[in-house]
């Protein structure tokens, strides 16, 4: 019974660490380093972190 509890536990862990952070209508993801083809446009709700959005997303400022 306690090796149940053990593998539901882990499995939640890994679903909820490896969930995909979304941000910018779902356009953008949440990391603390973007790549180098994405800027980082706003800060994400979820934690310290970046929205980095592929550039063409992102508003063009006038």
């Not at 969930?19 to 994405?38: F, I, V």
Request: one cysteine or more; charged letters at 20%; glycine letters at 4%.
């Amino acid at each position: 019974m306690k090796l149940i509890f053990l593998v539901l536990t882990v499995t939640l862990l890994l679903v909820w660490v490896a969930q995909a952070r979304y941000c910018w209508g779902k356009l953008g993801r949440c990391r603390t380093k973007c790549e180098q083809n994405e800027v980082s446009h706003i800060l994400c709700p979820y934690y310290e972190a970046k929205c980095c959005v592929n550039p063409k997303y992102v508003p063009v400022q006038t």
